[in-house]
């Protein structure tokens, strides 16, 4: 499994994601992706992480592995949610946080690896249609 998380920057204050229910998995994360640089760093992604660069069509598309994407904040209006659900991707987002707000990062990133963990047993929570 791997996970690219492509804007921690967007991320207020100082906060780190805790590790996951799994043995092996592979994961990296980008301070700042210029938008063309998306799609190359995403994939070979099983699971892509954004706060507020948009997640488009083209990185979709590219990402041939992709089944998870995590809008880490309330707002998922930088996904192309057309595109996620023509190919049948699940959706989340951490409801109610806000990355902008530095109260609220630790919160945030506990509960991306909570929605991830659900996802693999496979029972989704915080999916948004």
């Known amino acids: 499994m791997h996970i690219v998380v492509i804007d921690s920057r967007q991320l207020a204050g100082e906060a780190d994601f805790p590790m996951l229910d799994l043995d092996k998995y592979g994961w990296q994360q980008f301070v700042q992706l210029e938008q063309t640089e998306v799609a190359d760093r995403c994939w070979r992604s099983d699971v892509v992480i954004s706060f507020a660069t948009p997640v488009t069509r083209e990185v979709i598309d590219k990402a041939f592995k992709l089944q998870l994407i995590i809008a880490a904040g309330d707002n998922t209006q930088h996904i192309d949610m057309d595109a996620a659900r023509q190919r049948g991707i699940t959706v989340c987002n951490t409801p109610g946080l806000y990355p902008d707000n530095a109260a609220h990062s630790q919160t945030i990133c506990q509960q991306v690896i909570n ?6 047993k496979k029972q989704p929570v915080n999916q948004v249609t």
């Not at 929605?115 to 693999?120: E, G, R, T, Y």
């Open 115 to 120: 929605n991830i963990n659900a996802w693999l």
